[in-house]
């Protein structure tokens, strides 16, 4: 939970002896930066459950159309593209933000997200999104050819 870590005293944390050190041989800010990083993560898991309490009334098109919306079109959310929709939105967001969401949702670790750990991270079934969107493409495909008869 704390590596990569971007703060320094979490990061690189030399054993030398140091007076600031306390008993257990760490800085002694250590333990409280630890704190607050465990406090913002059930703050987090709590909002999370939250959420997809709410996302349970959502229907799978409105998820593959949000997806759609911040790919812009893509097959992959890439990082421009989640700087983009954060910063649309109004959020400013700083690299250890796109980091920690990076961490949270990129599980293949291609520093993009797939459509797959998109619904995962929010709970959804990704075989549903998946069906839908192909339904969804089936009928444009349709349209396509009725205008061209």
């Not at 008993?23 to 002694?28: C, E, L, Q």
């Not at 607050?36 to 987090?44: C, P, T, Y």
């Not at 949000?66 to 910063?87: C, H, K, N, T, V």
Request: glycine share 4%.
């Amino acid at each position: 939970m704390f590596l990569p870590a971007s703060d320094y005293n979490l990061r690189s944390n030399e054993f030398s002896p140091d007076p600031r050190m306390g008993s257990a041989g760490v800085p002694t800010s250590v333990p409280a930066m630890a704190a607050r990083i465990l406090d913002r993560e059930l703050a987090f898991i709590s909002r999370r459950r939250d959420c997809r309490s709410a996302l349970a009334s959502v229907s799978a098109s409105d998820i593959n159309r949000a997806y759609s919306e911040i790919a812009r079109g893509r097959q992959d959310i890439a990082m421009p593209d989640l700087i983009w929709f954060l910063d649309t939105n109004g959020f400013q967001p700083k690299t250890e933000d796109l980091e920690a969401i990076l961490r949270r949702c990129d599980h293949d670790a291609d520093r993009m997200i797939s459509l797959e750990e998109f619904a995962e991270t929010l709970g959804y079934s990704f075989e549903s999104l998946r069906q839908e969107r192909g339904a969804a493409y089936e009928s444009i495909r349709i349209e396509r050819e009725m205008k061209l008869e």
